[in-house]
């Protein structure tokens, strides 16, 4: 390793030149977090101008130009947590006196080549080794170069709160699957790239606080960009991309050994039993005496891709056979606090091809959408909404969940051989998200929470057009929807809702025209399900919605009229959000139309 550093003792017309060269071979960098190595390259130069202007206590910006080879980076959670104290100690202090002030703009740019960021998505966050390729299982993100980019601006004297900027792009990004050799798909998966992007881009903001205040939100803005972005959708890669939700933002952002969670789990069932027995006195007191440590958190994630490819594999390890949904665009938004999640997302309409006996290499590679000739499916648009309320801190439980799913019309026209790979394909999905073979047998802590579901689809139309079969077979289905509740009441624990208006299935002959089978009919049921120890269950559910949603009375209308007692509505403001949280919307019954319109 060579480090040259130029002071400049004369000034020119530019101000006094200051500069540093430093090209570190071989380089590591450990963290406190795990007391391992957060990222090592096989080389890393900074070339640093830190120079100062000639006028006195000028604006300085100093400028580091980094340069890496063969970066690999291993990222927990805590490490976000790591940086964001970093940069907040980077500019916290006593304010130093107006007449010695200089404000400072520091520019961060990083040029890597070969690089690989390897995210940790083991069931629960479970973690011994996070550098041990033998025991982990990694979503990496790999590329051949990446541009960083980050903006600090120091330019206040007293600074109460400062905004950090920052940008990535990459030519072309690929996501690879790695998994330890007990897994099943280390021997069954041959390709290891499940996904690919070109000219990604992530872009946002972090803007922090000096102090904690009840008015103080520390905000993280991040926007990522694709264009013609290829997911090979199996089972259990959507099950590891939803685990990078959960171990970095969701309900497991602290990594723990096996030893740590199953001495966690033991003590929280041998203490479940007391804590279900504290009085609601006892947990008012609790929340009374809450004092916020630091500021509330506002996550703002959008994903938008321009191009994009869906493959559902008809196989469970290969995509030699899939279902290959085309569409222009994708918009997903997220907003994460520490009171609710909201998501929307968007895609516009979507034309699926069914291809069989393909070359598994070639799938990633992706002409665009409008480049199709045929289609066998089409999809006219989806639209999600999700929304997840949150409780009490510091676990934040959450205690009521809300998913829409607004389909537009499908229709397929094909032959018999694609409506059976699509069906396999959705097969498939389910049972590799399952992925039984690899989860970790562990009981997790059963959350009483309400969760809310519903699907309203327009149309579905299914036409099996097939050269070997003499008939044509049209199935449409008309005003389709569905609705699952799990709130208890007197009568169940849940209630699933199914209504097919309109059901007309037509058999016709090719060659006479003449109309052989015709059916129509429509279909509407409701299954209610009352789970064992009812009255249990119940309990434990009003329970959590009553600890939970008492200082917030988002969702009072699922709480029995008797729980909503002087001792629920005391609760009331024990604690003040930073930010308005939008209420639940009550259904439309005869015991709420008052609360709806007061």
Avoid at 402 to 409: H, I, N, S, V, Y
Avoid at 500 to 513: A, M, P
Wanted: proline share 4%; aromatic share 12%; charged share 25%.
């Amino acid at each position: 390793s060579v480090i040259n550093v130029k002071t400049g003792l004369i000034a020119s017309n530019s101000g006094y030149d200051n500069r540093m060269n430093m090209t570190l071979q071989n380089l590591e960098v450990r963290s406190s977090v795990n007391h391992d190595i957060m990222m090592r390259c096989k080389e890393h130069v900074i070339t640093a101008d830190i120079g100062y202007p000639l006028k006195w206590n000028g604006h300085t910006i100093w400028t580091f130009l980094n340069e890496s080879k063969n970066v690999d980076t291993f990222f927990l959670r805590e490490h976000i947590t790591l940086l964001s104290d970093m940069f907040t100690d980077f500019a916290s202090g006593p304010a130093t006196p107006y007449e010695l002030f200089r404000p400072f703009t520091y520019v961060l740019d990083w040029k890597v080549s070969k690089y690989a960021i390897y995210m940790n998505v083991n069931d629960a966050n479970i973690i011994n080794n996070p550098l041990d390729f033998n025991d982990n299982i990694y979503l990496s993100f790999q590329g051949d170069t990446l541009d960083i980019n980050v903006h600090i601006p120091l330019e206040a004297v007293l600074r109460k709160v400062n905004t950090i900027s920052y940008t990535l792009s990459t030519p072309q990004l690929s996501m690879m699957l790695d998994t330890p050799p007990w897994h099943t798909l280390n021997n069954f998966l041959e390709h290891k790239e499940v996904g690919r992007s070109k000219d990604f881009k992530i872009e946002g903001s972090y803007t922090y606080h000096s102090e904690v205040g009840l008015d103080l939100v520390d905000t993280i803005i991040i926007g990522c960009k694709g264009k013609y972005m290829v997911l090979e959708c199996y089972g259990f890669v959507v099950k590891y991309i939803i685990s990078i939700k959960e171990n970095y933002f969701g309900d497991f952002t602290t990594f723990k050994t096996l030893e740590e969670y199953t001495q966690l789990f033991n003590e929280s069932n041998e203490n479940d039993d007391s804590q279900q027995a504290s009085t609601i006195d006892q947990e008012a007191e609790r929340k009374k005496a809450f004092k916020r440590i630091e500021n509330e958190k506002d996550v703002h994630f959008s994903f938008d891709v321009e191009e994009g490819r869906l493959v559902l594999p008809s196989n469970i390890y290969d995509c030699s056979s899939n279902m290959s949904l085309f569409f222009s665009t994708l918009n997903m938004d997220l907003r994460f606090t520490n009171y609710y999640m909201d998501f929307e997302a968007d895609i516009t309409p979507a034309k699926g091809i069914y291809v069989d006996k393909c070359d598994p290499e070639s799938v990633l590679d992706f002409r665009g959408y409008e480049s199709l000739e045929r289609h066998d499916l089409f999809i006219d648009g989806l639209a999600i909404h999700g929304h997840r309320m949150f409780g009490l801190p510091p676990e934040e439980l959450k205690y009521f969940c809300k998913w829409d799913l607004a389909p537009g019309e499908v229709d397929f026209t094909g032959r018999a051989e694609a409506l059976e790979g699509l069906i396999s394909s959705v097969i498939k999905l389910g049972f590799g998200y399952k992925n039984l073979e690899n989860n970790l047998l562990i009981d997790e802590p059963e959350i009483h929470d309400v969760t809310s579901v519903s699907l309203v689809l327009p149309k579905v139309n299914i036409k099996l057009d097939d050269p070997q079969i003499d008939s044509t077979v049209v199935l449409e289905l008309s005003k389709i929807s569905f609705f699952f509740i799990d709130v208890s009441n007197p009568r169940y624990t849940e209630r699933a809702s199914a209504v097919v208006e309109n059901i007309l299935l037509n058999v016709q002959s090719k060659r006479t025209g003449k109309i052989e089978f015709e059916l129509q009919t429509s279909v509407k049921f409701t299954n209610f399900c009352q789970k064992n120890d009812f009255a249990v269950e119940r309990a434990k559910q009003d329970d959590h919605v009553l600890q939970h949603d008492g200082p917030f009375h988002r969702v009072p209308f699922f709480l029995r009229e008797e729980l909503r007692n002087a001792e629920y509505n005391g609760l009331y403001g024990a604690i003040v959000p930073s930010f308005s949280i939008p209420d639940g919307s009550p259904p439309i019954t005869s015991d709420t139309i008052d609360m709806i319109f007061d």
